[in-house]
């Protein structure tokens, strides 16, 4: 670690010239080369082993941010404001003058960023900061990048640098050159932004800044880097899918890869996760709502997982092998673990171990815990008195995880996941989803164009009733504009025939609480069964059109899924009145969500047959007949 005062500045690669007035100014900086010194950064002015993260705001005084103490297994940061513990879903802002959808900050402030941008300068001028270069995405597929920071917000530097990785200085190419940079500067979201998270994407020529006005890592250190990378694929004509992929190996030694996509909340950490088991070994597929009832599973022997990637997945030409399936690999260097749903020990004994002893320090958040203890993912902090923090995460480099699979791999069955709220004749909804459905592929675009963020998300500041995380389901974190990502999205799809499409909930199965056993069932049906190749005998046409096929039968391991778990509409709790209604609920969303597609006249002429399609109220087969895809194989 290198430590420069006043105007030395040699940092050992190419800064932008922006970087080197600030470091020109700045009382003191340093350069880390590798996390164990962010590490020791993070709380390196603690008292009594806590260190405040805190700063002077005009008008305010000293305004403390978040609390960071050093635990036997890491580093735990909690923030003071519960607004800052979730990520604000709509804390974007355009500053330059590029083609976007988003909101531009002139439009939204009344003035250029200019002098926002020379104020955050000038602001980081005053303080000690702390640097560290590393690459957003992967070596030949991504930017070069930078991040400048306060020194004593070293924990956010630390989440990035285990979220994205760290270079070392001393060992950079000659030519490494920082096409991105994050300014981060907390205070001004409250002189700037009524103390709102925002995130400032500014796309000069060859340099892309994202200034973070805030230090929850969701929307800047991971979504910030995410637009990044989606801003260049836009350029090069290719996708960062917002995924989990992992490698599933069957107890008789089958490999399937299933790549899970879907708004945050949507169960792509959990489809890392082996399925939770009761006190007796036994799966819960669901409690009805209503009466109470349980249903088990037996599952002798869970497949094996091989974990790919968590959230962020580089969908590169460069990595296929042109045989009709969509190949990728992990965007990121750490995850970013959401652990709402382990509420007591031995919930999940995997990722229990892996966080209590790690092979290295970890990142709690939300994480309840005190100077010299050990941080335990059960144990929440609260919002308020007897309300638990919804959005409890650790941070874990992918290095740590056991298994983890190295390199890109050919995915066989691209799931998508949907939080579904309970459905009942007395309160009809949404939630009329089966265990999982087969989708046409032209189907499978439009919930990735849709994308619903669903019940009760626990990941965003809530949202009242459905609304829609867009294109692809990273749409809140892309600089451009929708059409350009839908085209892209469509383009994959038909690049990529041999890929099968399946739609999973999570939460509720109509009148069964179920939380992500859907899921988890389906992947270890699917992998035992050898892909999602089904016959016309072994599904029906939805109900609803939007849901594609459903499941006629579902055996796994000699044992039948309940049909009522398989088609909504057969549940007496439901009945087709409800069913009926959940399905208007969830057309009439559909239809809310394209049609803003249809207005843009560069729309790929297919996709715009597609959408009219959906609007024209198309059945499951018209679906099928709109791409020259096999989705159901005849029986030999």
């Given at each position: 670690?290198?430590?420069?005062?006043?105007?030395?500045?040699n940092v050992?690669f190419?800064?932008?010239?922006?970087?080197?007035?600030?470091?020109?100014?700045?009382?003191?900086?340093?350069?880390?080369?590798?996390?164990?010194?962010?590490?020791?950064l993070?709380?390196?002015?603690?008292?009594?082993?806590?260190?405040?993260?805190?700063?002077?705001v005009?008008?305010?005084?000293?305004?403390?941010?978040?609390?960071?103490?050093?635990?036997?297994?890491?580093?735990?940061?909690?923030?003071?404001?519960?607004?800052?513990?979730?990520?604000?879903p709509?804390?974007?802002?355009?500053?330059?003058?590029?083609?976007?959808?988003?909101?531009?900050?002139?439009?939204?402030?009344?003035?250029?960023?200019?002098?926002?941008?020379?104020?955050?300068?000038?602001?980081?001028?005053?303080?000690?900061?702390?640097?560290?270069?590393?690459?957003?995405?992967?070596?030949?597929?991504?930017?070069?990048?930078?991040?400048?920071?306060?020194?004593?917000?070293?924990?956010?530097?630390?989440?990035?640098?285990?979220?994205?990785?760290?270079?070392?200085e001393?060992?950079?190419?000659?030519d490494?050159?920082?096409?991105?940079?994050?300014?981060?500067?907390?205070?001004?979201?409250?002189?700037?932004?009524?103390?709102?998270q925002?995130?400032?994407?500014?796309?000069?020529?060859?340099?892309?800044?994202?200034?973070?006005?805030?230090?929850?890592?969701?929307?800047?250190?991971?979504k910030?880097?995410?637009?990044?990378?989606?801003?260049?694929?836009?350029?090069?004509?290719?996708?960062?899918?917002?995924?989990?992929?992992?490698?599933?190996?069957?107890?008789?030694?089958?490999?399937?890869?299933?790549?899970h996509e879907?708004?945050s909340?949507?169960?792509?950490?959990?489809?890392?996760?082996?399925?939770h088991?009761?006190?007796?070994?036994?799966?819960?597929?669901?409690?009805?709502?209503?009466?109470?009832?349980?249903?088990?599973?037996?599952?002798?022997?869970?497949?094996?997982?091989r974990?790919?990637?968590?959230?962020?997945?580089?969908?590169h030409?460069?990595?296929?092998?042109?045989?009709?399936?969509?190949?990728?690999?992990?965007?990121?260097?750490?995850?970013?673990?959401?652990?709402n749903?382990?509420?007591?020990?031995?919930?999940?004994?995997?990722l229990?171990?892996?966080?209590?002893?790690?092979?290295?320090?970890?990142?709690?958040?939300n994480?309840?815990?005190?100077?010299?203890?050990?941080?335990?993912?059960?144990?929440?902090?609260?919002?308020?008195?007897?309300?638990?923090?919804?959005?409890?995460?650790?941070v874990?480099?992918?290095?740590?995880?056991p298994?983890?699979?190295?390199?890109?791999?050919?995915?066989?069955?691209?799931?998508?996941?949907?939080?579904?709220?309970?459905?009942?004749?007395?309160?009809?909804?949404?939630?009329?989803?089966?265990?999982?459905?087969?989708?046409?592929?032209?189907?499978?675009?439009?919930?990735?164009?849709?994308?619903?963020?669903g019940?009760?998300?626990?990941?965003?500041?809530?949202?009242?009733?459905?609304?829609?995380?867009?294109?692809?389901?990273?749409?809140?974190f892309?600089?451009?504009?929708?059409?350009?990502?839908?085209?892209?999205?469509?383009?994959?799809?038909?690049?990529?025939?041999?890929?099968?499409?399946i739609?999973?909930?999570?939460?509720?199965?109509?009148?069964?609480?179920?939380?992500?056993m859907?899921?988890?069932?389906?992947?270890?049906?699917?992998a035992r069964?050898?892909?999602?190749?089904?016959?016309?005998?072994?599904?029906?046409?939805?109900?609803?059109?939007?849901?594609?096929?459903?499941?006629?039968?579902?055996?796994?391991?000699?044992?039948?899924?309940?049909?009522?778990?398989?088609?909504?509409?057969?549940?007496?709790?439901?009945?087709?009145?409800?069913?009926?209604?959940?399905?208007?609920?969830?057309?009439?969303?559909?239809?809310?969500?394209l049609?803003?597609?249809?207005?843009?006249?560069?729309?790929?002429p297919l996709?715009?047959?597609?959408i009219?399609?959906?609007?024209?109220?198309?059945?499951?087969?018209?679906?099928?007949?709109?791409?020259?895809?096999?989705?159901?194989?005849?029986?030999n």
């Amino acid at each position: 670690m290198s430590e420069v005062s006043l105007s030395e500045v040699n940092v050992g690669f190419q800064i932008p010239l922006s970087v080197q007035h600030i470091l020109e100014a700045c009382p003191k900086y340093t350069v880390a080369s590798n996390w164990q010194q962010l590490y020791e950064l993070a709380t390196r002015d603690a008292v009594n082993g806590v260190h405040e993260v805190a700063y002077n705001v005009p008008g305010r005084g000293r305004v403390l941010e978040a609390s960071v103490c050093r635990v036997k297994n890491g580093i735990a940061a909690n923030y003071v404001e519960s607004y800052m513990r979730r990520r604000d879903p709509d804390c974007m802002v355009i500053a330059d003058d590029l083609p976007t959808d988003k909101p531009r900050f002139e439009d939204e402030y009344g003035e250029s960023f200019d002098s926002l941008r020379d104020e955050t300068f000038a602001w980081l001028k005053t303080q000690e900061l702390a640097l560290f270069p590393f690459i957003a995405g992967a070596p030949g597929i991504g930017a070069d990048a930078l991040v400048v920071a306060p020194a004593n917000a070293g924990f956010f530097a630390l989440g990035l640098a285990l979220l994205q990785g760290i270079l070392d200085e001393k060992a950079l190419p000659a030519d490494f050159d920082p096409k991105a940079v994050i300014f981060v500067a907390p205070p001004f979201r409250h002189t700037h932004f009524k103390g709102k998270q925002m995130v400032v994407h500014n796309r000069r020529p060859g340099r892309h800044e994202l200034f973070s006005y805030n230090l929850y890592p969701g929307p800047s250190a991971k979504k910030g880097i995410y637009g990044v990378l989606l801003a260049l694929g836009e350029r090069e004509h290719w996708l960062t899918a917002h995924c989990a992929a992992v490698v599933v190996i069957t107890p008789y030694a089958n490999k399937l890869v299933i790549m899970h996509e879907g708004a945050s909340g949507g169960g792509k950490s959990e489809m890392l996760e082996q399925v939770h088991r009761q006190k007796d070994g036994l799966l819960l597929l669901g409690t009805n709502v209503q009466s109470g009832e349980r249903r088990t599973l037996v599952l002798p022997h869970n497949c094996e997982l091989r974990a790919v990637t968590d959230d962020m997945a580089l969908c590169h030409p460069s990595l296929g092998k042109n045989d009709g399936r969509l190949a990728l690999m992990d965007a990121e260097q750490g995850w970013f673990v959401r652990v709402n749903h382990i509420t007591h020990y031995g919930t999940d004994p995997n990722l229990e171990k892996m966080t209590i002893h790690p092979s290295e320090p970890l990142l709690f958040l939300n994480i309840d815990a005190h100077p010299g203890g050990t941080a335990l993912i059960w144990e929440h902090i609260e919002d308020e008195p007897g309300k638990p923090c919804p959005n409890p995460r650790v941070v874990v480099p992918r290095k740590a995880v056991p298994g983890v699979y190295n390199g890109a791999v050919s995915v066989d069955i691209c799931s998508f996941g949907v939080r579904c709220p309970p459905n009942s004749v007395e309160h009809p909804t949404y939630g009329i989803i089966g265990l999982f459905h087969v989708l046409p592929p032209a189907l499978a675009w439009l919930w990735r164009l849709v994308a619903p963020r669903g019940h009760a998300n626990p990941s965003i500041v809530t949202t009242e009733g459905m609304s829609s995380e867009g294109v692809g389901s990273y749409w809140p974190f892309a600089t451009g504009r929708m059409v350009d990502q839908a085209n892209l999205l469509l383009d994959q799809i038909v690049a990529t025939p041999r890929m099968k499409y399946i739609l999973c909930p999570n939460q509720h199965i109509g009148a069964w609480e179920t939380g992500f056993m859907p899921q988890w069932i389906a992947r270890e049906y699917l992998a035992r069964r050898g892909g999602a190749h089904f016959s016309p005998e072994q599904v029906t046409p939805s109900r609803c059109p939007l849901l594609g096929f459903a499941m006629k039968s579902v055996v796994v391991e000699g044992q039948t899924i309940p049909g009522i778990l398989l088609q909504v509409d057969k549940q007496p709790e439901v009945g087709i009145a409800a069913y009926d209604q959940g399905a208007r609920q969830l057309t009439e969303f559909f239809h809310k969500e394209l049609a803003q597609f249809l207005e843009a006249d560069d729309l790929n002429p297919l996709g715009r047959r597609i959408i009219e399609c959906c609007m024209a109220g198309g059945s499951v087969d018209d679906y099928v007949a709109l791409l020259p895809i096999t989705v159901l194989e005849e029986d030999n």
